[in-house]
């Protein structure tokens, strides 16, 4: 029920017997409904589905990736004053900046943090050269000494310096997956900046900037292919968004 609880107190509801759907109590977890065509009520009340937003935003390093953090650092949701909740689509670790997407769409949500769907670029500057055979072996798939398995990943040079800047390229969302795996090759990770995610890119915003996502690159996210190869759409299309107050006209949000 995004928009209108959280998923505890969503729980909550239907345990108990809060929550109908066209006329029948729901009373089983993780029963699916689809608010666009389903008559959901919530303690009687018919729900109306709430319009969907998407923005890109520019995550500073010591930001946590969440909507609250129980230590009290900030977290992304901190930068937004949206009237409807948007949460970040995935995760980005506490000390890396870059790209994350937020939004209230559930569906794209779990479509870019499902491992192969949606490829993500980092740009990685890393304590020293690895050499050739570090690299093959980090992009056919390394297995960490911990048993973690990773998928085959592609890793390029960009920069050749003493510490070089690396782009490394992912379809897996393993917890720290970068650090990790050059941390394996015995080179540490100095500065990580996520670049891309699939179509959407950080362009011209800067640390601690957002802007709504085009139409374009919203419907390039949902899009997926069906076993014939074909693509189709993944979720409703947009029908457009509610400009959140920190929001330029042109280029994103500003800083905070």
Partial sequence: MAGIASRRKAEELIRDGKVSVNGK????????????????????????????????????????????????????????????????????????????????DGAMTKRIM??????KVYRVKVQDIPDRK???????????????????????LLKHARNPWLEVTLTQGKNRQ???????????????????IGPVTLGALRIGEFRKLKPLEVLSLKEKKDPAGKNRSSGPKPSGWAVSKKSRNTSGGKRK
């Avoid at 949460?87 to 000390?95: E, H, K």
């Avoid at 499902?114 to 490829?119: F, L, M």
């Fill in 178 to 196: 970068i650090r990790r795996m050059f941390e394996e090759t015995g080179h540490f990770v100095m500065k990580l900046r996520r670049v891309a």
């Fill in 134 to 156: 570090c690299l093959d072996f980090l992009r056919k798939g390394a297995r960490l000494k911990d048993g973690t398995k990773l998928a085959p990943c592609r890793i390029k």
């Fill in 25 to 104: 109590v729901i009373r089983i977890m993780g029963a699916k409904a689809d608010i666009e065509e389903d008559h959901v009520k919530v303690d009687g009340k018919l729900i109306h589905p709430e319009p969907l937003e998407y923005f890109a935003f520019y995550k500073p390093q010591g930001v946590v990736t969440s909507l609250s953090d129980p230590e009290g650092r900030p977290v992304v949701s901190d930068y937004f004053t949206s009237k409807r909740r948007v949460y970040p689509a995935g995760r980005l670790d506490y000390n890396s900046e870059g790209l994350v997407i937020m939004t209230n």
């Fill in 114 to 119: 499902t491992a192969g769907s949606i490829p």
